[in-house]
């Protein structure tokens, strides 16, 4: 097939939705054939020595009670933009926030070609802004927007825009512990054109929402509807990345979760291995049939995991506690979770990630039985020792690594 041929073929085919063209990940690394621009390499990087500021006219009056906020409701005054275009970003650029125009023809609207992040910003005793392992948010970017076939960028640099972006917004992030200014940095195609084709043009922007306290009314336990018959990911697909698609569809899953009063989903493949839970990562803390005490979640080995930065460090931490004889990332199956219950070797189970980090949970149903282990409703000691540890880590309490102060800049 020559290339005009494949071409008229893929907008043809995007166009009435007849099928879809997905590149292999070998071919996305050597130049491609039919799409000459894509792997020519970027000409112009992202440089953070050249950002441009434009400070809003009209700020807006902030929450005197940060627990006002919520999660996501807010956005602070400012943005970042990066666009690429002709193989070449514009200089980077921090202007008031504001809505954008968009071509009822933009890629982004019809084939999802999005990838985002989700980071904070916390304020310690001294009221300096820090950011929890940064770098390790970057290179996931990098790593979902690869796998979109879209033009590699430097995350150092990008890491150094964002940093910008949070001084000047740094009266929003709250000062109590335990609240923070979520940061989300999104990357989408910018093409107008109906065929399907990897992005020639893109654009990267991050904006800040102040929020309030996870947990403001106190850490409680959910409840999770296990089930197999909505997949949130498989092997060769995409959930091992962060990607706008792969979450509208977890959507109806969770709604039928509400219906049978489970706050989320437990998701399991079709084999009934444990995913994860909800957008989260999931954790499990029992007595092996070995008899050895284990911390165990999900491997990453066939992509079909995010690698949470929260979850790595939770790995990290429990290997170090020495509460453990095992620290495991490995398969866990229903069947094991309910034997492990039945047996009285079920201990904890909670989520994690960004926004909570740690979420406990105190139960789960499944083929129509629940099956609860939170004694009295009462929280797992280790969970509620991670959530502390990490919290005060954030917050720089805590002296560490992963902390990571943001220079004051002129």
């Not at 076939?149 to 949070?166: A, R, W």
Request: hydrophobic letters at 35%.
């Amino acid at each position: 097939m020559n290339k005009k041929s494949l071409l008229t073929g893929l907008g043809i085919g995007a166009v009435l939705g007849a099928g879809s063209f997905l590149l292999h990940d070998k071919f996305c690394k050597k130049k491609c054939e039919y799409f000459p621009f894509f792997g020519e390499g970027t000409e112009k990087d992202i440089d953070s020595s050249k950002i441009t500021v434009q400070l809003t006219k009209n700020p807006k009056k902030k929450k005197e009670d940060p627990n006002e906020y919520g999660f996501g409701k807010y956005m602070s005054d400012h943005m970042l933009e990066i666009d690429y275009i002709d193989k070449k970003f514009t200089v980077p650029r921090i202007v008031p926030f504001h809505d954008f125009p968009m071509h009822p023809a933009t890629s982004v609207i019809h084939y999802g070609i999005t990838a985002f992040e989700g980071m904070k910003a916390y304020k310690d005793s001294e009221g300096k802004i820090r950011l929890f392992r940064p770098m390790k948010n970057m290179q996931r970017f990098l790593k979902s927007a690869r796998r979109l076939c879209l033009p590699d960028f430097n995350p150092e640099e990008l890491l150094k825009c964002i940093e910008k972006l949070v001084m000047i917004e740094k009266d929003w992030v709250p000062e109590k512990k335990g609240f923070s200014a979520y940061i989300r940095p999104i990357i989408m195609g910018t093409d107008q054109f109906l065929g399907l084709k990897p992005a020639s043009k893109y654009k990267i922007f991050v904006i800040i929402s102040p929020v309030g306290s996870y947990y403001k009314d106190g850490m409680k336990g959910i409840r999770l509807y296990a089930q197999n018959e909505y997949l949130r990911s498989w092997v060769g697909g995409t959930g091992g990345n962060k990607l706008g698609g792969n979450y509208a569809p977890t959507l109806l899953p969770t709604c039928k979760g509400f219906e049978k009063e489970c706050q989320s989903v437990l998701f399991l493949d079709k084999e009934g291995k444990v995913t994860e839970a909800g957008a989260m990562n999931c954790m499990v803390i029992w007595e092996n049939e070995n008899n050895e005490r284990e911390l165990i979640t999900p491997s990453l080995d066939d992509n079909t995991i995010l690698p949470g930065i929260t979850r790595d460090s939770i790995l990290k931490l429990s290997k170090e506690s020495g509460q453990f004889d095992k620290v495991t990332e490995g398969d866990i199956t229903i069947d094991q979770l309910v034997k492990a219950h039945k047996e009285n070797r079920l201990f904890e189970v909670f989520g994690c990630g960004t926004a909570a980090i740690v979420s406990p949970v105190i139960g789960f149903k499944y083929e129509g039985k629940t099956y609860d282990f939170a004694k009295d409703g009462k929280l797992g000691e280790f969970t509620l020792y991670l959530y502390e540890t990490i919290l005060s880590i954030q917050h720089g309490e805590t002296e560490h690594e992963w902390s990571h102060l943001i220079e004051e800049q002129d």
